[in-house]
């Protein structure tokens, strides 16, 4: 009579530590993560970040001034980081993403990366040649950040069509 109550208490035993071990590997995500936070990162990064960005690239990129090009690559740096955090969070809670679908997210993401890693290539020295020789990476900068903008501005015109009909 003792053994089943045993194997029972064993069983409920290894049920229980499987249930609490289980969830232990669930993605812990920041207290401070939620819809309406992410919500506003995105519309942060498409709002006035991109209006900075697009100040910085078409009025003020400098070759001579290696700081600002630095200070751009880490913003973009850190709002990749904040837009993957969120999307993670999204995927892991409500099975969204912080732009319209997985694809449009990914695209965005390696736009992001797309035009930092063409401003640290400025940065580090390499030479971009018009065809008058001289060393012009502007055109290029401004292409990678076009596409960007291209990517955001169709993200934010799908938003707004959403917002209009519901």
């Known amino acids: 009579m003792n053994f089943p109550i045993r194997a029972t208490q064993r069983a409920l035993g290894l049920l229980i530590l499987f249930i609490t071990s289980s969830q232990s590997y669930a993605n812990p995500h920041p207290a401070y993560l939620t819809n309406d936070y992410c ?6 990064f498409i709002d006035s970040g991109m209006r900075s960005l697009d100040k910085y690239i078409n009025e003020h990129f400098n070759l001579e001034y290696t700081g600002g090009i630095r200070n751009t690559i880490r913003f973009l740096e850190q709002r990749l980081e ?4 969120c999307n993670d969070y999204l995927m892991d809670t409500s099975k969204t993403h912080v732009f319209h679908n997985q694809e449009d997210t990914q695209n965005i993401f390696t736009a992001i ?3 930092a890693r063409e401003l640290q290539h400025v940065r580090s020295g390499v030479e971009y040649r018009d065809d008058a020789g001289n060393n012009n990476p502007a055109p290029f900068i401004k292409r990678r950040y076009r596409d960007l903008a291209q990517l955001l501005d169709r993200h934010h015109t799908r938003m707004l069509m959403q917002r209009q009909f519901q």
């Open 39 to 44: 919500n506003s990162v995105v519309e942060q």
């Open 82 to 85: 904040w837009l993957t955090e």
């Open 113 to 115: 990366n797309a035009l």
